[in-house]
Structures are given as C-alpha cells and as structure tokens.
C-alpha cells in the first residue's frame, strides 16, 4: 500500500489523563508456557511461546497549576548565525505573561544586530528583540529553556513573524515532537502546540525553522482544553435493521470506550502470518483481525479467500474488520490511485436516485444514454462486493466495514474529483448496501480525514483515522488527531485508529486521555522483515510487548472472556490507574491539518503540519 502520512487538525487542545479510567488487572503468567496455535485451516500446532507479566497502566503522577510564563528568544540559546534585532519601542510588555528570569537562563551567543535597516524592523516585540537569520535547511535553531512547575499538559506559544510560509520543527528534550507551518503576512502570530506532556523542572523546548522567520518568544500555559475528550459514544447504529451480532458487537465497544484499546493487526493475506508472529513475539493474539479487499472489476476472485479466513477469525472468537481497496471500474487502467487510471468519479455521478434499483433497471438507464458508462461500472463493483459482504452475513459475521477510506485525499480515484462526489459515492454506497441489499451485519466506518469530507452522520457509526510516521519519531498517543476528529464528528461517535505504522503507546493514550477504541497495525514493513521475523524498525519488540501486555490493551483472550461474562479482575474503578515518574519527556508528536485550514483568533492560529 502507498502509504500516506495522514493525520488530522489540531483544531483545538487536548486533555489531561489525570481523569479517573477503568483498568482492569490481568493474572500474571509464567515466563514460558506452551500453547496452541491455531491455523485458518483448522490445524493445531503445539509451539512454546514467551509470555510476559501484565504491565499496569504508568506514567507519572499529574498535578494541574495555572501558568504562563513567558521566555523570551534573546535570552535563549542561538544557533550559529542567528541575530537578535531590536529598534526604539515603549517599554513595556504588550504580550503579557511574564519574562523567564532564570538565573541559570543561557544569555545570547550573538549581540544585537545593528546592521539591520530600520526600515525592515517589526516594532510591536516583546522584550528587548527578536531572533532572525535563521538558514533554509533547517540547522539552525533556538533553544529555550522552561521550568514546568509540575507534571502536567502545557500549551506552548511561539511567537513568530514570517513573509511567507514556514515549516518549523519542534523538539522537546532533543526529540522531535511537532511540525508546523508559519503564517506568511509578516506580523506576529502565536501559533500553540496543545497538550505537550512535560514533567516537573527543566525542559529544553528547540524550533528550527526551514527558512528565515521572526522569533520573538515562547508563552507556556498549562492546557486545558484536553478536559473536553468524553467518552459516551451512542451504541445506537446508523442502520436502524442492524442484525443482532452487529448490536452486540456495538454495544461492546460502546460499553468499554475509553476503559481499554482494542488491539488490531492487518493480515496481508488469509495465513494470518502477522496475527501468528504477534503471538510468538507477546504471547497474545490481537482481538481484531483486519484485511484490505483488494479487487478490480475482472476478478473477486481473491476476496473469497479472505472471506473464509475472516470468518474462521470470527468463529474462533474474534472481531473481523475489512477495508476495501477497490480499483477502479476502468477497462484500461483499473488501478486505486487516481495517477494511474483514467476512470474519474466526477464523470459517473448521476441525479437519478441509482441506489435501491435494480441492476436490471440501472442497465436499462445506461442502455438508454441516461447514466455513464462509469456509473454503470460501479454499480457492477459495489454489487459484487455485496455478495462477499452478504457471505458474512450468513455465516452470522459482524464487520467492522470501512469503505473509501482516506477520503479527503487526492491520492485514490474515490477522493480526485472532490468532496462532493466522493459524498455522493458514500451516499450511494451507503443506501444501497443497507437498503437494497439489507447488510445488516455491517458497522460503518467513515475515514474521510477532514471536516470538509464529513458525510451524513446518520450513515456512519464509527469515525477513524489514518497516521502514519517516519520510524524515527515517538508516535506517542496520538491525542491532538484524537481531539481533532472528535471535535469533527461529535462526543456521540466512537473514536478509532483505522491505520498505523506504529503501535500506539498505551500508557500515554491514558495520560493524554486519548483512548482510541481500537488501532489497526498495518502489515509488510510496520511488522516484519524479509525473511518473515519480526521487525524493530517502526515498533520495538519491547513496545510490543509491553503494549500487548498492558492492562490498558485488550486482547483475543481478553476479549473473549468479557464477551462470555468474566470479569477482568481486580478492577481500579473509580482510582486512578497507577503511576510512577519513570517518564521525562514530553509526548507530543507531529500535527497535521487534515481540513486545509486552521483555526485562528486574532493573532493565535493552531499550529499545523506540513505533510
């Protein structure tokens, strides 16, 4: 899959994990056991796996102060080359907050720079100047110096003017936790990165911009807007006809949002060769088995394979979850991404109301001239994809069902023509499958990534994301695309993780209260190697493990024994899970705005990533 770094607007802070959850305590195992393994075909091979204790939910102890203190770029540490600029203004601090008098604050490598024509000079600063001369590439960068007066979220402002736009990097204690872009009309702008998790003392906040901008300080507040993350998603379903399986299946996730992650993995094919090597590397089999229908309009031929094997996952206890990777109807060029095929969306959008026909009747329309050849072509493709999902349904399977996924996007050929159509093929797709066809095993997924491509509420039950990131960096929680999308779609939709290169931190998920309902890891690369093995480049085996094992996570096993009626026990209920002060650095990671736009009052924009 051509993946895409997909993540969602910062639209807004995020919130504290020092809010109560419900954890549960799982029995502690033996350092090795011998266990089954048990193929899609039936077979059960005796194979000796490490298991691992539980790991309770831990990061440190959170205390929330009122803050703003303000740390002005002059008294920072410069890079090579930078120079602090200043012409006659009023003393007197129009910004408010207050300045950082450190005595251990590192003073200014360079003086001020008095060959700067006046001409050129912004007069409403901060303090005593501004920083500029910063390089294209980059490597230049001013380091400031913070003292959090507790463990907790903070708010960081940056002050900063540009002539055009910038990307700048943000590192915390010398690890990259953000990008963002400047604004570009010349005038001093706060742009906030929310939510940033820094312990009590010393930390080293460092942006590098890729490009010369005016750096006039950094403001710190402590964040409360993550308060606003809830966790009462409505268990009611878009389809009103839902199935019972589908009911239960909701229910659940309804009824433990927020109090666990379901833990999901791609299966690249019907061996579950992924699902197996996360049990010889955890000793625990994920709880949801997902898979990409990948089919043109020739053949469905590999679909039918993977059906089976998703069935067999949902009898042997598990959850099924199927993306569809649907290439174009075209005769030339069906391919999924828009580049690579001549099929465009726009050219088979129709005003005849298509969805509950007939295909005897919509042949008719496109024998008489009245629909598109392209029209025609996806009607045979969400038709032949209906009898796969009708499969299901028979065999009494529940799907987690996320179709045109990443939606906003230009990449695939369902999101190249724009908003508008890619709404109308949801719509469609929609009403047909559960009207025409009454697919009433299906849960819905909408992926579409942006406020701009938000559908019908009534026709999703589920919102997700897609984010992927560089191996290099902490994925984190994830909580500022969290956020994002929960402001999007509303409090009443449960919040997924649709895709991911990395397997999201459990401990920081609880303390940035970002609880995602499940994530899927996606397979090749993001899990093993080339000869089959596990891979440590985007996920440590140690992560791992630790994720799998964690009382936050749950389970195949897990799940099974909530779905028959056990309890996991003891519960922490109403306590805080436990914690301890073995974390020390901030976990905040990149933000990307996903609706094109960013929110901004005055002179405060939300900070954004540049993809």
Not at 11 to 24: D, H, L, N, P
Not at 378 to 407: C, F, Y
Not at 459 to 464: L, M, Q, R, S, V
Request: net charge negative; charged share 25%; with cysteine.
């Amino acid at each position: 899959m051509d993946i895409r770094k997909l993540t969602a607007l910062a639209a807004a802070a995020v919130m504290t994990a020092s809010c109560a959850v419900s954890c549960k305590k799982k029995e502690k195992s033996d350092s090795t056991s011998r266990q089954a393994v048990t193929d899609t075909n039936g077979k059960i091979e005796d194979e000796t796996v490490s298991t691992y204790p539980d790991y309770p939910i831990s990061y440190p102890e959170i205390e929330e102060k009122t803050t703003g203190d303000l740390y002005e770029a002059e008294a920072a540490k410069l890079g090579k080359g930078l120079k602090v600029v200043s012409s006659p203004k009023e003393d007197s601090d129009s910004k408010g907050g207050k300045k950082s008098t450190d005595a251990e604050a590192v003073q200014p490598t360079t003086k001020f720079d008095p060959t700067v024509k006046p001409e050129t000079l912004i007069t409403n600063y901060s303090g005593d100047g501004y920083v500029k001369g910063f390089k294209n590439d980059g490597s230049t960068g001013v380091v400031f110096t913070v003292d959090a007066p507790s463990n907790q979220h903070y708010d960081l402002s940056f002050s900063i003017a540009a002539d055009r736009f910038v990307n700048c990097d943000i590192f915390v204690n010398g690890t990259e936790t953000a990008v963002f872009k400047t604004m570009s009309d010349g005038e001093f702008t706060l742009i906030t990165l929310y939510g940033v998790f820094l312990t009590k003392g010393k930390s080293e906040i460092e942006i590098r911009p890729h490009g010369d901008i005016s750096l006039d300080y950094l403001k710190m507040a402590n964040n409360t807007s993550l308060r606003t993350i809830k966790y009462n998603a409505e268990n009611d379903l878009s389809n009103k006809e839902a199935g019972v399986s589908a009911k239960e299946l909701m229910d659940f996730l309804t009824d433990n949002y927020g109090k666990y992650v379901l833990m999901g993995q791609y299966a690249s094919d019907e061996n579950n060769e992924e699902l197996d090597l996360i049990y010889r590397t955890t000793g625990k089999y994920p709880a949801i088995r997902f898979s990409a229908l990948h089919t043109n309009s020739k053949t469905f031929d590999s679909a039918f394979r993977d059906i089976d094997a998703c069935a067999d996952w949902y009898h042997k206890g598990g959850i099924v979850g199927l993306m569809w990777y649907w290439e174009a109807p075209s005769k030339k060029k069906p391919s999924v991404y828009a580049k690579d095929t001549d099929f465009k969306l726009s050219d088979a959008m129709t005003d005849i109301d298509i969805a509950e026909m007939s295909q005897e009747e919509i042949r008719g329309l496109y024998g008489e001239g009245k629909i598109s050849e392209q029209c025609y072509g996806l009607i045979l493709d969400i038709d032949n994809m209906a009898g796969q999902l009708t499969s299901l349904k028979n065999k009494g399977v529940p799907v987690l069902w996320r179709p045109l996924h990443e939606g906003s996007g230009d990449w695939f050929w369902w999101g190249a023509s724009g908003v508008d159509a890619y709404k109308w093929l949801w719509e469609l797709m929609y009403r047909r499958y559960t009207n025409f066809f009454e697919l009433d095993n299906l849960i819905w997924i909408w992926n579409g990534q942006s406020e701009s491509s938000l559908v019908n509420k009534n026709t999703f039950d589920i919102a997700a994301l897609d984010i992927y990131l560089d191996s290099s960096k902490d994925y984190g929680s994830r909580y500022e695309q969290f956020l994002a999308l929960q402001n999007i779609v509303g409090k009443d939709k449960l919040i997924a993780l649709s895709e991911c290169s990395t397997v999201p931190d459990i401990d920081a998920a609880f303390r940035d209260n970002a609880v995602w309902s499940f994530f899927g890891l996606w397979y090749g690369k993001y899990i093993s190697d080339d000869k089959g093995g596990y891979s440590e480049e985007y996920t440590s085996k140690d992560a791992l493990v630790r994720a799998y094992n964690s009382d936050g996570a749950l389970t195949l096993d897990e799940y099974i024994k909530l779905r028959s009626g056990e309890k996991l026990v003891p519960e922490y209920g109403d306590e805080k899970p436990a914690s301890t002060t073995s974390s020390t650095s901030a976990t905040t990671t990149d933000t990307t705005d996903t609706t094109g736009t960013s929110s901004a009052e005055s002179t405060e924009t939300t900070a954004v990533s540049a993809n």
